[in-house]
């Protein structure tokens, strides 16, 4: 299912002239690494950068300190800022950021159990905010997440602009 979602999201921005950047945090990379198998993602996929700590995220990724305290790591705000930020060191058409909970040793709470994912999509100057809960082992969780990355990439660059 994820190859067949990652070859789908490959296709499709190669036919329309479309390239990718990715941060990735709790897949560390597995995003990357399963479009890598694609045919022609090297015309699609720019680079992929694993911000996994904190520390990654504001050195590279210029997410400022207080907004990882005030809201964690691991949520909407430090996921938008990321999928934001990548623009500033390379050009491309869309920007996608993850992160998440695949244990439980994060900030995971009971509104934000182990399993939560962030996605943050941006494409054409608007970015695009999901979240989602899934169940499993640590790299049940990243797969799902990451095949999940591929359908919300997908489904935002091939929604219609509205006139």
């Not at 190669?14 to 990715?22: A, D, F, R």
């Not at 945090?25 to 694993?50: E, R």
């Not at 939560?116 to 640590?138: L, M, Q, W």
């Amino acid at each position: 299912m994820i190859q067949k979602r990652a070859n789908g999201l490959i296709q499709f921005m190669q036919k329309e002239g479309l390239t990718l950047v990715l941060a990735e945090s709790m897949t560390c990379g597995l995003a990357a690494m399963k479009l890598s198998s694609c045919i022609g993602v090297s015309d699609v996929l720019l680079a992929s950068l694993v911000c996994y700590t904190p520390k990654a995220k504001t050195q590279l990724l210029q997410v400022k300190p207080a907004t990882i305290h005030s809201h964690t790591c691991e949520s909407r705000e430090v996921t938008r800022k990321m999928a934001l930020n990548l623009s500033k060191p390379i050009k491309a058409d869309v920007y996608a950021a993850i992160t998440g909970l695949a244990s439980s040793d994060g900030s995971e709470t009971k509104d934000k159990p182990v399993g939560t994912v962030f996605y943050a999509i941006r494409y054409k100057r608007k970015t695009h905010d999901f979240r989602n809960v899934f169940r499993g082992t640590p790299l049940e969780i990243k797969t799902k997440a990451t095949g999940e990355l591929y359908h919300l990439i997908l489904k935002t660059i091939q929604k219609p602009e509205p006139e």
